[in-house]
């Protein structure tokens, strides 16, 4: 409660006891506060928020050393007057063996603990109300080499909808696949519904859910 409002309820509780019995006393407070709730404006998280994240791992070969990652973002933005875009990241191997970004240049990349940040100038200026939809696409050599492997991605923005997929080769396919949440430490086997098999014989996992959790952790992880 905000040191407005609880002024505010303050004043109704000093007063209200000299001329309303006890049990309509509650019940104005109540209606109080639900009102205050109901018609109170969401605080603004972040510059901007994801109506769709969709993103994708490409296991190349049967080893597991050479992937490509894509991801497919349409944000809105939520602030006036904002140049950049920074893609986070984090994983094992050569995590930029190659790196494409559209739009938008990359202009900076820094570790910071396990996270890698590349700050993405956009070459224009975007305000509040602005969509734009962002591609990026890196690949990854040395980086999924063990029979059992994880791949991860964080909601650090509002997030209307994502979509996890993985892609493995024809030569090696996953024994079995799980969906975790990390923060509430909930695992889940994929049943069939989540497979589906490509023409050229690749086996494509998907995973979606509408509205993720803000600042969760979704991994999909394989045994292969």
């Not at 303050?10 to 001329?19: A, G, H, N, S, W």
């Not at 999924?144 to 964080?154: I, N, P, S, Y």
């Not at 509430?184 to 519904?193: D, K, Y």
């Amino acid at each position: 409660m905000t040191e407005e409002r609880g002024n505010f309820v303050k004043t109704i509780i000093d007063t209200l006891p000299t001329i309303l019995q006890p049990d309509v006393i509650r019940l104005l407070l109540q209606l109080t506060e639900f009102l205050a709730q109901r018609f109170s404006k969401p605080a603004v998280i972040g510059m901007y928020e994801v109506m769709e994240h969709s993103c994708q791992l490409e296991l190349c070969t049967a080893d597991g050393q050479d992937a490509v990652y894509t991801k497919r973002q349409r944000v809105t933005f939520l602030q006036d007057n904002i140049i950049a875009y920074q893609d986070d990241t984090w994983g094992d191997g050569d995590i930029f063996a190659e790196y494409q970004c559209s739009p938008g240049t990359a202009v900076d990349r820094y570790k910071e603990g396990q996270h890698h940040h590349v700050l993405i100038s956009l070459r224009k200026t975007m305000n509040r109300g602005d969509v734009q939809g962002f591609h990026i696409r890196r690949r990854i050599r040395h980086g999924f080499t063990k029979r059992t492997d994880d791949f991860q991605v964080e909601v650090n923005h509002r997030t209307h909808q994502l979509t996890m997929q993985v892609v493995f080769p024809p030569e090696r396919w996953p024994k079995q696949c799980w969906l975790i949440e990390q923060n509430t430490r909930r695992t889940q086997a994929l049943s069939a519904e989540h497979f589906s098999y490509l023409s050229d014989k690749r086996l494509q996992v998907t995973w979606r859910t509408d509205r993720p959790k803000l600042f969760e952790m979704y991994i999909l992880r394989w045994e292969w």
